[in-house]
């Protein structure tokens, strides 16, 4: 089962996030046929978004969004989480191939290509939050490792993994987040940058059966750490409705959605995070024209 966990050392200096999300990974994989590159790039960003929505969003309404362009035959890789760690997803081109890279391994970077990460916090103002920061890797997990110290001057460090089946399926997906406060000292820094290289990678710790806590400790190991009571269970989970759709329709504006009926007759939407199709009738359609501006 999916499960992220937070603690934080008994000093204050260093808060963890530990997260797997095999699951979710599955579910989104199932949802956009996604192919290996796809199914690691969408799987690592998702549990990337999962652990900053519950790191850094408070009310249920806030939103975060992570939105990786690059050039590469992949596209655009969307993921948005809120503050319970309920994300949905997308990859504009999840059907992309590449031989394995140098290492042997996805080369996730590879299909990304060269672009930008931006990060857009909806706290329910008027304006959302809009971080951007240029592509180091295009690999994730060191593109929001930049984001943290350029754009927020948190240093932290992220790893993200997911393990990919024969059957495009995710066998092990999740990841850790570790930031340090600002009254981490320099030999806790370094300390964390030491045993984070000696870590097995994230699959392997899931594969071999870790839970989220398990790797939460095994990630601070030295450190005296108090665990965050309440686990959250992160899930794939959409927000559209009917009524979302309707507003889609009424805010593309009479003129468009009079051309719409004059041509189509009726209107079928997609939702691009979960594939759930809407059909809009004739009558419906005129009923939302009445309604839109213009
Ligand atoms: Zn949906």
Do not use: W
């Not at 081109?93 to 290492?103: A, G």
């Not at 932290?156 to 997911?162: E, F, I, P």
């Not at 964390?192 to 190991?221: C, H, N, Y």
């Amino acid at each position: 089962m999916d499960e992220l966990v937070r603690g934080t050392s008994a000093d204050g200096a260093v808060r963890v996030y530990c997260a797997v999300t095999t699951d979710l990974t599955n579910r989104a994989q199932r949802i956009h046929h996604t192919y290996p590159v796809a199914t690691a790039a969408l799987g690592r960003l998702l549990t990337g978004a999962a652990m900053m929505g519950a790191a850094g969003l408070k009310s249920e309404t806030d939103s975060l969004t992570l939105q990786i362009k690059g050039d590469g035959d992949m596209g655009m890789i969307v993921a948005v989480s809120d503050s319970a760690a309920r994300v949905r997803g997308y990859v504009e081109n999840p059907f992309t191939e590449r031989p394995l890279n140098s290492k042997g391994k996805l080369d996730v970077g590879g299909a990304v290509g060269r672009g930008y990460l931006s990060v857009i916090r909806d706290l329910g103002m008027k304006e959302p939050y809009i971080g951007q920061v240029p592509l180091v890797t295009g690999e994730i997990a060191e593109d929001l490792t930049y984001y943290f110290a350029k754009s927020e001057q948190i240093p932290t460090c992220m790893a993200l993994g997911v393990l990919v089946d024969t059957d495009n399926s995710a066998l092990a997906a999740g990841g850790f987040m570790i930031q340090l406060m600002p009254e981490a000292t320099e030999e806790t820094a370094e300390r964390i940058e030491k045993t984070a290289a000696e870590l097995p990678p994230v699959t392997t710790m899931i594969k071999d059966g870790m839970s989220a806590e398990d790797m939460l400790f095994r990630v601070t190991e030295g450190f005296s750490m108090l665990m965050d009571n309440n686990k959250i269970t992160p899930e794939y989970k959409c927000t559209c409705s009917r009524e979302r759709m309707e507003r889609a329709l009424i805010s593309i504006g009479k003129k468009e959605l009079r051309d719409m009926i004059d041509e189509q007759g009726e209107a079928e939407l997609t939702c691009r995070f979960c594939d759930n199709k809407y059909k809009f009738s004739r009558e419906e359609l005129e009923e939302l024209s009445e309604r839109a501006k213009g």
